[in-house]
């Protein structure tokens, strides 16, 4: 028998979202609204996803989007799907999306609100036409100019100013996952009844993981602390739990939503071709990077907390090393120079954990 019809008691997101505004009594009801626009937008793109290879949908438009990648026709419609649920409604001044050079104004006939929306439509779209998991990435601030239209200001704001982050992964299953500084909780997608139902509350990133998540392809332009940190990941040493698993799906959000449920590290670092590494501050490490946070983990850039680094640009890039606590300190160490390939043994009494 489908779970949802066992008890007849079910805890939509819906729900769970107005049982978590009950906990700020300060709260109007805004922030909840937003996100209940998002997650419609999620279900949408879901829906599309889903149908990719029976609708035409799979495969690349002629147009190069601003990051000078391919756009899949997917992207497009992920990209136009979240502005056309959110900017009507009042809640939000400005958007700004990892598909467009520039921010999205809210358009004249509709109001603007508090809140400011950044996303990534779809994250990982290189791997559509394999059929492997993608997803949306979201981003909401408050805004810091006062009335009207919102500006680039609004979304040029550090991580740690976030009142909400999350995604939505097209995987097996359609799996919505939100923070709003108050944990970081899953729900998974019932299609037959067209809703998201808590399946994972409460997460927490276990302290240490085993798994390393990187596109070793890279190694050879990778700078010395990242190599001798995924060798020394590689070594064996039971009392450390090494050598690690190596996982790599290439869409951020998977590599990330696994990182999240069973610990580890994943990482995409800066190298001797592109300082900065490949994934964007604003759209891809802050939301990922709040989320980890709420359930216990560490984000780094190598050597500064990613919530605390200052944007400069909207599509600024950065290099980005994200999991469990243990394994983000670690590469820290390795990154900073703190701690080097030793014989074995010696690396353990150099830490305190
Ligand atoms: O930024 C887009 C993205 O597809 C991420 O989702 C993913 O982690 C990364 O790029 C993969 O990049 P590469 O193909 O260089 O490993």
């Known amino acids: 028998m489908d779970s949802v019809f066992r008890s007849t008691e079910v805890m939509t997101i819906e729900r769970f979202i107005m049982d978590q505004e009950r906990l700020h009594p300060e709260a109007t009801g805004e922030l909840s609204n937003l996100l209940y ?5 999620a279900k949408i793109i879901s829906r599309q996803v889903r ?33 056309n649920c959110v900017q009507h409604t009042g809640r939000i001044c400005v958007m700004a999306s990892e598909e467009e050079e520039d921010v999205l104004h809210i358009p004249d006939n509709y109001p603007t609100g508090k809140y400011v929306l950044l996303y990534d439509p779809l994250d990982g779209s290189s791997n559509i036409d394999a059929n492997v998991t993608i997803g949306t990435i979201f981003s909401i601030y408050r805004r810091i100019t006062r009335s009207g239209k919102g500006t680039v200001q609004d979304c040029l704001q550090p991580g740690y100013k976030q009142i909400g982050a999350g995604y939505c ?31 994972h509350e409460n997460i927490r990133i276990p302290k240490q993981g085993k798994i390393y998540s990187v596109n070793e392809g890279n190694y050879r332009w990778w700078y ?10 590689q070594e064996e040493d039971k009392a450390t739990n ?32 592109q300082h900065d590494g490949k994934l964007r501050l604003m ?18 850039n190598g050597t500064q907390r990613i919530l605390d680094i200052q944007p400069k640009a909207l599509h600024q890039r950065t290099p980005l090393f994200i999991g469990s606590d243990h394994d983000v300190e670690i590469v820290e160490e390795f990154i900073q120079g703190k701690r080097d390939l030793t014989p074995k043994g010696d690396n353990e009494q150099r830490t305190s954990h």
């Open 37 to 41: 626009d998002v997650c419609l937008a």
């Open 51 to 83: 149908r990719a290879g029976l609708s035409d949908i799979l495969g690349a438009m002629d147009t190069i989007n601003i990051q000078g990648e391919l756009q899949q026709k997917l992207d497009v419609f992920a990209n136009d799907t979240v502005r």
């Open 169 to 199: 992964i097209y995987g097996s299953s359609t799996m919505l996952v939100y923070t709003t500084g108050d944990g970081v909780h899953g729900f998974t997608f019932d299609p037959s009844i067209g809703e998201f139902l808590l399946s």
């Open 224 to 233: 010395d602390g990242v190599k001798k940190y995924v060798k020394y990941l």
């Open 242 to 273: 090494r050598p690690y698993s190596g996982r790599y799906v290439g869409s951020m959000v998977a590599d990330v939503h696994r990182t999240l449920l069973y610990g580890g590290i994943f990482m995409y670092p800066g190298d001797t071709r």
């Open 283 to 300: 759209y891809e490490a802050n939301p990922t990077a709040f989320i980890i946070e709420q359930a216990g983990g560490r984000s780094s």
